[in-house]
């Protein structure tokens, strides 16, 4: 057939490459297609991927190609360029006249383009037909608690506002919505006004006075659209203008500046009187149980990227200034219109009211396509409460939305010969350019999972922010392709196809709502675990706690005890210093001591008398030491005055046997003396406690230590003596037995010629001097002077005749055991 014969590739040339004859725009497509293959992968609108993204579904694109009108059959548009393959298959021709079809001659470009949609309604499809095939489920998804958007997207004067709103009694898919809602909610709806939408999708509890301001502004628009709908019957002349009225553009004033034969259109549909869908039929068995709902509409449109509220004035036959509307951002950064109107509709009467009352306000013109264009897009939303009107305050359990978009028409703005439809016409263009961008971006982000993810310029227009919830996974989005099947505008036809074949590439965010879900789930097992482990921590801090404050109670009663001891102590220790300064003074008079320390202060009285005792008992051996120490250093010099040696010997004898019972004595005094002191002060430390007592008693110990080596040393030194008698008492009895003729009491030195008497004894003194210990010389030297035997007498036999008793007595003790040691201070100490 002539028609698939590509034209590019008879005058393309040789230098080009061949194209293939059909361009196919659309993913999932077989490239290659034939007229064999009319079935495409595109059976229900439904094309899925694979690897992972069965459970996503693309967004759905409808198209729908109106008819030609009669004027545009006369025209000649009618030349078969709009081919519907099959239900989602569209083939394109390029008429002659195009521009797609010069430059397919060039070869730049193909004459026939295929697209995919997923569902194609044709110009006889009547506007029940579209409607039960794309809305009714939305408005189904709708009531079980979704967000759904639909939008018209096409060429002006495609048929996008007759889609959407109607004309005469073909009612669009607004009104059939808002009948088919209200019929579903049959005794379902909330009668109070005391809960209202607020922001992206809040609710607010309204205050009395509140209510009463929402009950008035909903009579006003309700009553001044039935005043205006009176107005406009009664006033031929009016009513005559509304056909064919053109309008000098909306500068941003509403009212009779926008009022058009689109209004009247509506109008003729006074009520809203439509064929019973399905889903009305079907009633409210599947709504939620004990769930009431309330219904709000608003109205806005978008004209010159500003922001018009279409229900805050009241449909005004003046014109006026219209207030702009800001977008804001809720805490989460979902954006919403600031300050919009929000009227509360009780059926479906009421809710078509509000919307031709908007449609007053909206912004029309003529173009050189459209006698009534719209040029701005327009958005109509319907949000509905889910209450529990028996839950604490009745607040809504959910809220979800509908909204109905009707993009304006792109269009050439070449061909626009006003200033303000060429302004007009570009913003159009820039935000539809915009909405395709972020279109495309989603496509390339959802295709393209292992790139770094496109930055989706949903804030470049005013447009695509409000939108911005639909593509980001909190709802789905719906888009209806209109075409106009004229051949004159086939190139724009075209563009907004490819457009639209983007779209068709785009799946729903689901993902991206498990994504969320899962997510939300992850936060809440985490804040659970979260909290676990706070109270686990917090209960280990309390433990831990309470441990160091019982601790530090104990510890506080310890020390609080230890204060109380020490002070008992600080105060007995007082009153023992004080008792014993007393009894110092008072000598062993009485004592005022209380009554239940007397035993233990008598205790320590008697030690302190014994202690005195033994003081005075040592003070009398010491004394008594002298005593003996000064009679043998009186014998020792009677020893030296030459005289009676026997007697003299005797005495000393005497004197040391003497000297040796009272050393003994005193031995015995000391051990005492020690074990008296031991007991003293044990009592004295057990019953006192007292510093100063025990530093007493150190002291007297330390004295009684001094006191026993001082005894040692004399025993040692009166045994020296006694040894050193013995060797005199020898040397006088040799003497004696050597010289007969001497007086028998003679005690004089030697007569041996060349030989002295001294000289003898300095050289027994040195002789002995080396059997000495060192250490006892000085002191013996100190009490004795050298004068002793020489060795030469000590080795002379002693003759048994001249033995005298002195004499006999040293020999005697010379064979008795020597001296048991002496006790050295040191033994008591250490066992003390
Ligand atoms: N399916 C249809 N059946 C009958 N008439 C239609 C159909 N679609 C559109 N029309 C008519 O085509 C004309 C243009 O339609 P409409 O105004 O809806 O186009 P539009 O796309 O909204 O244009 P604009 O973008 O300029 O507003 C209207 O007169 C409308 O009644």
Redesign the pocket.
Known sequence: MAVFESTAAEHGGLSRPRLPEISVISPGLDPRPTTAEPKLAVKSGLVRQGSGEENTERVKVYL?I??LTETERERGEEQGCVAVQDEGTLLLKAPKESQNMRTAERGITQSMHKFSFSKIFG?ETTQQQFYESTMKTMVKDVLQGENRLLYTY?V????????IQG?GRETGLLPRALASLFRKLQGRLYGAMDLKPVMYQDVRQLEPGEVRVEEIRRNSLLKEELTYSIYMLQDENLTSRRVGTTTNGDSGFGGLSSTSN?ASQLEDTDSVCLEPDSLSHSGGDDLEEGVQFSIWVSFYEIYNEFLYDLLDASPSLQPRKRVTLRLSDDKQGNPYVKDLTWIQVRSAEEAWKILRAGRRNQSFAS?H??Q???RSHSIFSIRVLHIRPEADSGQAMHISELTVC?L??SERCKEQRNGERMKEANNINTSLLTLGRCIAALRHNQNNKSRPPQVVPFRDSKLTRVLQGFFCGRGTSSMVV?INPCASIYDETLQALKFSAIATQVRHSCALLQAIDVLKREVQRQREEKEILEANVREQVVSEMMEVITGMQDGFRCFISIHHFSQERDQEIEALSAALEKNKEAGSGPTSEPQGDAPRRSQRLTAQTELCKLRAELDQCRAELLTKTQELIKLKMQLEVPGSTGTLTGAADRKLEEGQRNLRQLRLDLQRLGLDLQSGERACCRNTGGERLRQALNAADETLVKQDQILVELQNGLILVKADLRRKADTLAQTQATRPQLPPSGFSAPTTPGSCKKRGCGAAASCDAENRPPQKRPFFQSLFPTRTPTRKYNTCPVEEPNVTPYSRILRSRQRSPPPSPVTTPRTLRGKY
């Open positions: 729908r109106r008819p110009p096409g002006t004067n495609s048929g996008k506002t007759y889609t004309s689109i173009t396509l459209n009534n264009s719209s009707d304006a028409g209109n």
